[in-house]
């Protein structure tokens, strides 16, 4: 018994893992709990609103990137703009993404 759930906790992290890289939205939407509660390195938390919201940014902003050939760089904090409100620094420099 105990093998099968680590295998299930195994399969159901490879399953975020993927959905993440791939910027799966409908996938990730499933996998966030409603009352996911995420709290980053500097302590802020989010909501899964917050959460799907982030993902689009990123969906939206790597499908810009590949078609501007731009490199992002984050320095401190979460992306700017990012949902849980938090600053940071954005560099954008010429180059292959």
Not at 6 to 25: G, P
Not at 74 to 86: D, N, T
Request: aromatic content about 6%.
């Amino acid at each position: 018994m105990a093998g099968t759930l680590e295998q299930e906790i195994l399969a159901q992290e490879e399953r975020l893992t993927r959905a993440t890289r791939e910027l799966d939205l409908d996938a990730l939407d499933g996998i966030y709990a409603d009352d996911i509660l995420f709290t980053g390195v500097t302590g802020a938390t989010c909501g899964k609103s917050n959460l799907m919201d982030e993902a689009r940014g990123s969906s939206t902003w790597r499908s810009d990137a590949a078609r501007r050939s731009v490199r992002r760089f984050r320095h401190g904090g979460r992306y700017p703009g990012g949902s849980a409100g938090e600053g940071g620094c954005l560099e954008e420099r010429a180059g292959r993404p």
